[in-house]
């Protein structure tokens, strides 16, 4: 097991103490393309679980990345403005998008771990 | 008639092929309530010879600017368009072509419109410029929604030197989307204190450079006043010949350049098309409105241009684009990429200093004139005329007699206590004999 | 008929040029990497001496501008044309985008001296003849569709829109409303422009599904209704193709709610003569003049898009607008004294496309007009029926408009999309269909004909379509998926373009 926490929206959370570092799964990155643009939040922004939290753009497309728990921005992944398509290439380790300090840690049971999201993709 | 090539055997034999009996039941979605039963009011159909003769004549009762001494300027600027650039944008391909959505059959577009955002940043000396906008007064009110989102602070300053025109339709938008406009009030003198208004609830301040009144401003103290206050300068042109003479405003600190460019390329066309100039900051880009045109390679890896970042607009991006603009200028661009290539930078240095001059030249004899003064002390091609008496009445006498003088501020803004202000655009197209009638009609009508 | 190769192959053989030209097919560098600083295409005038009055704002550095001499810009551009599709070369089968023919007498009048060299600030007392020729063009626009009023200025249909909900706006503040109705209906398959030009005035969107015939319904309208419904934006015919069919229900649900009935009218050229958006119910309709009334796209503009208004929303039309008392005919400039929300443009519009527009207008006569939106809408439904058995429509085979829509239903599992199906079409020498639009169709496909195709020219299209259409079910994927071969560039990477934008020549 990864010990990744999944959304519905296909973010995934990767608890690091009290810090989440927040990304787009595998199928995300796929269904959305060549990733060309990340908007990412400015540092210390609060975000509320649902919350937007990013945009990203492909060619013909810009999708809303939703926050899968409240928390405030602490560090966003100033790497991919030179270089988006690491979220493309590897969306769970260097195209990470955010890390947030979180709000109330209880919230990341509400999430799927990897089994369930598995199972998720499954039903789609 | 002439264009509509299907005849009535073509159409009985497509009805038979879709299977109905006539044209008018494929209407039968519509309720019977909306379709006419009766055939509007209006002319049948004309010849050719007859639409012709129909335009000729109202033609014939409009002053045109190239048969009289002809001095109007204020926003719209009579120059002498080479014939090659008629020529060329009514060439089939650039003049019956669509938005070039599909890039391997419209090179043609994106490949000059790729150099129209070149020129066009390079004379405003901004680092990028978009593929245009509607005209001078929709592109500022653009810059200022722009200015809006980028600093998030929602308060417009407008410099009393702004066209009024411009001003008006700021207000407009910003009124009814609720954004906050703050007015300097008219400055026939351009020496207005605006430093002093800029603070930190200011989003944007526009300025325009040379100003209706044609005065010349320097725009770096305000640009250093904005950028303390974290708010974004707003350069505005309405004559962009004057550029070729001019610092231009990205020099002075600039960070969004926006005008009218219908002096290189385009006729005056009594206010329309025109095309508007729009140019900011690289790091501004993904807040910038309309179009761009960006280069790329085809799956051969050869060189080739494409419209790019579209998910800044409205197609794609829908409520929360940039911009609802969809159509913009294109081919009044191509006519001023075409005048420009034409001109060059050694021939649009010599057609800036020919207006500089010949306007000096006129200013020159009007100083010389008894009851009229000249206000401004800095001008490119324009200047503002204190006349005894009213300016409009003045315009209407010197009309009659056959030289169009100018423009009356109080056609613009009336009731600004301005009545005895009148404008004076002098450029290129203009001779001694122009002059000369200029000022006898003048004297003849005071 | 065509002349075809006997056989057929491909230029895989044939060996690159060393120009990299393709016979008629020639290459052309950018501006920048021809021209030269010193050259030039215009003789100016020596200035006469004088001394300078720029209060020290001179220009310091040089712009770096390039110059051609006249056969030079000649030669560029001209190359620089052959690179375009357009409709003089072929048929532009762009639903939503009415590609018409363009009259040549229009370009020719809209150069007369008296229209092109007119001053828009000259004293309205020297130019009575384009007052006159703007008050002509009115008197078509209100009588084609059966409204009050009409505001010439805006610059094109999204200006337009624009004006039209400004109106709206303006109305409902009028009323004391202002506070209370911040919402606009907006059905799934409307163009961009709309969500983003009421998003632009602070209205939230809500959007309304489309019933399962591709229409909008009134129950549903009503379902979306309520005190705080400003307007509905809503297209008709629609962008599938189709008239909606309970327009009039609609209308008087919007204004029996007290709301307003916006009418995006681009796609008028199926209506225009035959029916009047008075008649629905329509309080403010934007008319696209580059689309129904022929004036020239140019690569993307200059359009038109004055839009009519109910009696209710004259009032507030914007300025300029025309006023005549007895034989005193006038364009009033400010809004003070009126209930006029402003000014969108400086002067008073596109008047060069009000001229091409109205020699469009006099020469169809009200006939023509009506035969030019009977045979757009007969032409594309010919394209229906002859394509119908060789591709998918997303909502049954109805009668269209006139534009006609296929979704992609037909190439599942093909291994060529909609974008493939499309670029194939380059190579057969026709401009695309619209893909993509509307929204509420997968892999959509949207023809609109118009009225200048003979009917030889359709059935070439259509033979060209079926022909596809049986290589794409035949699993002859690869012709679509390479193509285009013959454009001039092959597809172009648009992700490149997109992550590290070049937006301008610099020098290296």
């Known amino acids: 097991m990864s010990g990744l926490k999944y959304s519905k929206d296909h973010e995934y959370l990767r608890i690091e103490g009290e810090v989440a570092v927040v990304g787009i799964t595998d199928y995300a990155q796929a269904q959305l393309g060549d990733i060309v643009f990340v908007d990412l939040p400015t540092i210390g922004k609060k975000v509320t679980k649902g919350g937007e939290l990013a945009v990203i753009e492909s060619v013909k497309a810009a999708s809303e990345v939703y926050a899968p728990v409240a928390g405030e921005v602490v560090e966003v992944n100033a790497e991919l403005g030179e270089k988006p398509a690491l979220v493309n290439e590897a969306p769970l380790s260097g195209g990470w998008l955010v890390k947030l300090r979180l709000e109330n840690p209880a919230e990341i049971e509400t999430l799927m771990d990897e089994a369930a999201y598995d199972g998720f993709l499954k039903t789609l | 008639m002439r264009y509509h090539p299907l005849s009535e055997a073509d159409r009985k034999a497509m009805l038979a092929t879709i299977g109905v009996e006539s044209v008018e039941a494929l209407y039968a979605d519509a309720p019977a309530s909306t379709l006419l039963r009766t055939p509007l009011d209006l002319p049948r159909h004309k010849s050719e010879l007859e639409v012709d003769r129909i335009f000729s004549r109202l033609s014939q009762r409009n002053m045109a600017a190239g048969r009289v001494p002809f001095f109007v300027g204020a926003g719209a600027y009579k120059h002498h368009v080479p014939a090659s650039v008629d020529h060329l944008i009514q060439r089939s391909e650039f003049l019956t072509s669509y938005t070039p959505y599909q890039p391997e059959i419209s090179q043609g577009t994106l490949q000059y419109l790729f150099e129209f955002q070149t020129q066009v940043a390079l004379l405003t000396g901004m680092e990028v410029a978009n593929a245009s906008m509607y005209d001078g007064s929709t592109a500022t009110a653009e810059a200022v929604l722009m200015a809006h989102r980028l600093t998030r602070r929602r308060k417009a300053l407008l410099s009393g030197g702004l066209h009024p025109h411009y001003a008006e339709v700021v207000r407009t938008i910003s009124r009814l989307a609720e954004d906050e406009v703050a007015d300097m009030a008219p400055d026939a003198l351009g020496d207005e204190d605006i430093i002093s208004r800029i603070d930190e609830s200011v989003s944007c301040v526009a300025v325009q450079t040379p100003d209706f009144f044609g005065n010349l401003r320097d725009l770096t103290k305000i640009a250093e006043a904005c950028h303390r206050n974290g708010a974004l300068l707003i350069a505005v042109f309405t004559e962009a010949v004057s550029l070729g003479l001019l610092t231009p405003p990205g020099a002075m600190g600039a960070d969004i350049v926006v005008g009218e460019g219908q002096s290189i390329g385009n006729a005056l066309n009594f206010g329309g098309p025109y095309v508007g100039l729009f140019a900011t900051r690289h790091e501004f880009l993904r807040q910038t409105p309309g179009r761009l045109a960006g280069e790329s390679r085809d799956a051969d890896g050869r060189r080739a241009y494409v419209l790019t970042l579209s998910t800044r607009e409205q197609h794609i991006r829908r409520d929360k684009a940039t911009s609802n603009i969809c159509t913009n200028s294109g081919l009044c661009a191509l006519a001023f990429t075409i005048h420009l290539t034409l001109l060059g930078e050694a021939g649009l240095t010599r057609l800036a200093r020919l207006n500089h001059a010949n306007a000096v030249a006129l200013a020159q004899m009007l100083e010389k004139a008894p009851k009229v003064e000249v206000l401004n002390k800095s001008f490119f091609n324009e200047f503002t005329l204190r006349v005894t008496g009213d300016a409009a009445a003045l315009v209407e006498k010197m009309a009659a007699k056959g030289v169009l003088a100018g423009v009356p501020v109080s056609r613009l803004l009336p009731g600004a206590g301005m009545d005895d202000l009148l404008i004076v655009a002098s450029t290129e197209v203009n001779t001694d004999e122009d002059r000369a009638a200029f000022v006898a009609a003048l004297e003849g009508s005071l | ?508």
């Open chain 3, 1 to 508: 008929m065509l002349d075809r190769p006997a056989k057929i192959e491909g230029p895989d053989e044939a060996p690159a040029t060393f120009t990299g030209n393709r016979a008629l097919d020639q290459e052309e560098p950018l501006l920048f990497e021809i021209g030269r600083l010193d050259a030039t295409g215009v003789d100016v005038d020596a200035a006469p001496q004088v001394e300078k009055r720029l209060g020290g704002l001179e220009r310091k550095e040089a712009i770096g501008l390039p110059g051609l001499t006249e056969p030079e810009t000649m030669r560029h551009y001209v190359r620089l044309s052959r690179k375009n599709y357009s409709i003089d070369a072929g048929l532009y089968p762009l639903g939503s985008c009415t590609m018409k023919h363009n009259p040549r007498i229009n370009e020719k009048v809209a150069r007369f001296e008296g229209f092109a060299d007119a001053h828009p600030l000259a004293p309205q007392s020297t130019v009575p003849g384009a007052l006159e020729l703007m008050e002509t063009l009115a008197h078509w626009l209100m009588t084609l569709t059966g409204m009050h009023a009409v505001a010439l200025s805006p610059k094109a249909g999204a200006h337009g829109e624009l004006c039209g909900m400004m109106a709206i706006k303006s109305a409902i503040a009028a009323k004391g409303e202002g506070a209370s109705r911040n919402v606009v209906l907006i059905p799934q398959s409307a163009h961009g422009t709309n969500p983003a030009t009421a998003a632009l005035l602070g209205f939230s969107v809500r959007v309304v599904p489309a019933a399962e015939d591709g229409t909008v319904c009134a129950q549903a309208v009503r379902e979306a209704l309520g005190p705080e419904v400003a307007a509905i934006m809503l297209t008709n015919p629609n962008t599938c193709g189709l008239f909606e069919r309970e327009i009039v229900e609609i209308a008087q649900a919007v204004h029996d709610a007290g709301a307003y009935f916006y009418c995006d009218g681009a796609n008028f050229n199926a209506i225009a003569g035959v029916a009047r958006p008075a008649d629905f119910g329509v309080d403010a309709m934007h008319i696209n003049l580059h689309k129904t009334f022929s004036t020239p796209h140019g690569g993307g503009g200059p359009g038109a898009g004055p839009v009519v208004l109910s009696e209710r929303l004259a009032p507030f039309a914007p300025v300029p607008f025309l006023r005549r008392d007895g034989e005193r005919l006038e364009i009033v400039e400010h809004a003070e004294g009126t209930e006029s929300f402003g000014r969108m443009t400086a002067f008073h519009g596109q008047m060069g496309m009000f001229v091409r527009a109205l020699a469009y207008m006099l020469a169809h006569g009200g006939d023509g007009v009506a035969q030019a939106s009977k045979d757009a809408v007969l032409s594309a439904n010919y394209v229906r029926a002859s394509l119908r058995d060789v591709m998918t429509q997303p909502f049954g085979d109805r009668a269209c408009m006139h534009e006609v829509l296929f979704d992609d239903a037909w190439l599942k599992g093909r291994g060529v999309s909609t974008l493939d199906f499309a670029k194939a079409m380059i190579d057969e020498g026709y401009h695309p269909m619209t893909m993509y639009f509307p929204l509420v169709v997968h892999g959509a496909m949207l023809i609109e004909p118009t009225e200048s195709e003979s009917k030889a020219s359709l059935d070439l299209f259509i033979a060209t379509l079926r022909n596809l259409a049986q290589a794409a079910k035949e699993g002859d994927a690869k012709r679509f998926t390479q193509a285009p071969r013959y454009a001039p560039r092959k597809r172009v990477d648009e992700t490149l373009a997109a992550r590290k934008p070049v937006l301008r020549w610099s020098a290296a």
